[in-house]
């Protein structure tokens, strides 16, 4: 078994599940990858299982009835790999908007670099995004702004969702129930490491929107992302865990 596991939620992937893994598998690092589908109609899971011979104990699926968050996709998956004796835990979105080389790229960040946490950076060398309307640029750059002034991270990409975690990290931080599931999920997992004392990295990306599937976005998510940030920072007034 590989000491580096990716984690790609899914649903109504199909047109680039297959594609993915076999980005992933073909990388020299040997990571292994979790997909964990929230019920996806479109047959993702199928197509999942379809790949797994092909790769013997490489590809690991979970079935969840119905789209129950992002966070909790992750959550799931972090469970499940911290179990299996994992070292490093990648988050991944399945799209492509995440390049599947710069896996190798965050964890050099932390096997050569000192990293414990290392999140692939939209931002941290400018704006480095590929294919979104200036109006979601703008949006997303200035979220990460108003993250930094109300929680006071240095982090230039605070809803980024690309990152490689060690295992202690998980660990350590969610000792205490995550409370998030969307952006404002990324944000609280960042924002704990930062308070927890780890060293958090980031490593620069170019960020390409999709060009196949649909977009997850929703005016909730945003919601709870604005207002998610001010509840951290209240929070971590009286607790040392936020």
Not at 2 to 31: D, G, H, K, W
Not at 32 to 50: R, Y
Not at 54 to 68: A, C, D, H, N, Q
Request: charged content about 20%.
């Amino acid at each position: 078994m590989s000491a580096y596991l990716v984690i790609i939620p899914t649903y109504n992937e199909r047109e680039n599940i297959v594609q993915m893994i076999r980005a992933v598998m073909a990388l020299p690092e040997n990571f292994d990858l979790l997909i964990v589908d929230d019920g996806s109609p479109d047959g993702t899971a199928q197509l999942v299982k379809e790949q797994q011979p092909l790769f013997p104990g490489r590809i690991w699926i979970t079935e969840r009835s119905g789209k129950l968050g992002l966070g909790t996709a992750y959550l799931h998956g972090f469970q499940i790999g911290l179990e299996k004796g994992y070292t490093y835990l990648f988050e991944m979105d399945a799209d492509f908007s995440h390049n599947p080389l710069d896996l190798s790229r965050l964890l050099a960040a932390c096997i050569t670099g000192g990293a414990e946490v290392a999140i692939g950076s939209r931002y941290v060398t400018g704006v480095n995004v590929v294919n979104w309307p200036m109006s979601r640029v703008l949006m997303s750059y200035y979220a990460s702004v108003y993250v930094r002034f109300i929680t006071g991270m240095k982090i230039m990409d605070s809803t980024a969702g690309f990152k490689c975690f060690h295992r202690s990290v998980l660990e350590k931080i969610l000792q205490k129930k995550i409370r998030f599931v969307g952006y404002a999920f990324q944000i609280e997992m960042k924002f704990r490491a930062v308070r927890a004392g780890f060293n958090v990295v980031e490593v620069p990306i170019i960020f390409t929107d999709r060009t196949a599937g649909t977009s997850k976005m929703s005016g909730g998510i945003i919601r709870e992302a604005f207002f998610g940030v001010i509840w951290l920072k209240i929070m971590s007034w009286f607790s040392k865990a936020y």
